[in-house]
């Protein structure tokens, strides 16, 4: 695994944006026998979700999160170093969506910018990255942008994966300052890469049969470019990693579960955070859920559930733990020592 620490840099404040339009998991009959749709949403835990209209992509919640961030911590966007914007749904194969966002947002032109594409463990890597570049001399603060649109690459007719995913955008500002130590625990598995794929890329080139739905598996309908997952092999995966994750990476700080103030998960699946919050023995209170309202929003939700749900719960010093897993496969835990971090409310475009 790889073991990273940090001194002195930290998240100065957060923001995250939904898209307005709601759909509700209830209304799922064509999808879901309705005998069946209370259980299912019981076991996954959500109740509504997020769309993005078509013409609204990743990168335009996070745009809409950014500005909200520097407006209400008074960020001039000349002193914005790096521009990172981490996705699974840029806006287009090249250029590179953070180049178009530096442009969006005003930011100088001796702003770095650099994509990064991760699973649902992605803000975590992406958050590391941010850490490290904060920590050289000649970088002072790094604008990390984290969104996704999975509606635009799920079917609407896949049983599995529409109940499940929302999308958003959220900002993340890293700074030099008086901060604490801080960890990150990011491993991967590679052997698992056909858990949760997208068939057609470069290595399967895209044909017009490619763009051709078709009934998949337990009668599931989806084209070669959508996503395809592994249900229960991805819980198997997760449920056998993450506790084991956050409890070596609590060991390494010497710290127990009771130093921390909140645990956010990644938010997949309701009945799998249950299990890790037993599986931990932590005080269900120090762990925040979005995921009824907003599902699963890929690498996105971990910073969505903070700005959904520990709004005003940041000031003085917190330790917080964060904990994702996802497409890879990719999991990984982080330990930061937060000093006044100034969460702004979700906002909605």
């Known amino acids: 695994m790889a073991s990273i620490h940090f001194n002195g840099v930290g998240i100065k404040a957060l923001c995250a944006c939904v ?69 699974q749904t840029q806006d287009y194969r090249i250029p590179a969506t953070s180049c178009v966002l530096q442009n969006r947002l005003g930011l100088p032109k001796t702003t770095m910018c650099f994509d990064i594409s991760l699973g649902c463990s992605g803000y975590l890597y992406a958050l590391s990255t941010a850490f490290a570049y904060a920590s050289l001399p000649g970088i002072n603060r790094v604008l990390l942008l984290d969104g996704e649109t999975f509606s635009k690459i799920v079917n609407r ?10 999308d958003a955008g959220t900002a993340t500002l890293v700074e030099k300052g008086d901060y604490g130590p801080s960890s990150f625990l990011l491993n991967t598995d590679g052997s698992g890469e056909n ?76 009945f799998m955070m249950d299990f890790f919050v037993k599986k931990l023995k932590i005080n269900p209170e120090r762990v925040p859920y979005c995921i009824g309202k907003y599902g699963n929003t890929s690498s996105s939700s971990v910073p969505l559930t903070i700005s959904s ?41």
């Open 19 to 87: 898209p307005r339009d709601v759909v509700y998991n209830k209304d799922l009959g064509y999808l879901i026998p309705e005998e069946e749709i209370e259980k299912v949403i019981s076991n996954i835990g959500i109740i509504e979700r997020r769309i993005a209209p078509d013409d609204v992509t990743a990168s335009d919640l996070c745009y809409k999160a950014a500005l909200q961030l520097m407006a209400e911590n008074d960020i001039d966007p000349e002193s914005i170093d790096l521009l990172l914007f981490m996705s």
């Open 157 to 166: 007719r896949d049983k599995v994966d529409w109940p499940l995913y929302g």
């Open 195 to 270: 858990t949760l794929k997208i068939h057609a890329g470069m290595r399967n080139s895209i044909t017009p049969q490619s763009c051709v739905e078709r009934e998949q598996e337990d009668g599931n309908i989806r084209n070669d470019l959508e996503v395809f997952m592994d249900g229960m092999d991805v819980f198997n995966f997760a449920i056998s990693k993450v506790p084991r994750c956050v409890k070596q990476l609590l060991a390494d700080a010497e710290k127990t579960v009771d130093d921390v103030d909140y645990l956010v998960f990644h938010q997949a699946n309701r």
């Open 309 to 349: 749900e520990l709004v005003g719960k940041l000031d003085g010093t917190k330790n917080v733990v964060l904990s994702a897993f996802g497409a890879g496969l990719s999991w990984g835990a982080a330990l930061l020592q937060m000093h006044d971090c100034k969460v702004s409310p979700v906002i909605e475009y």
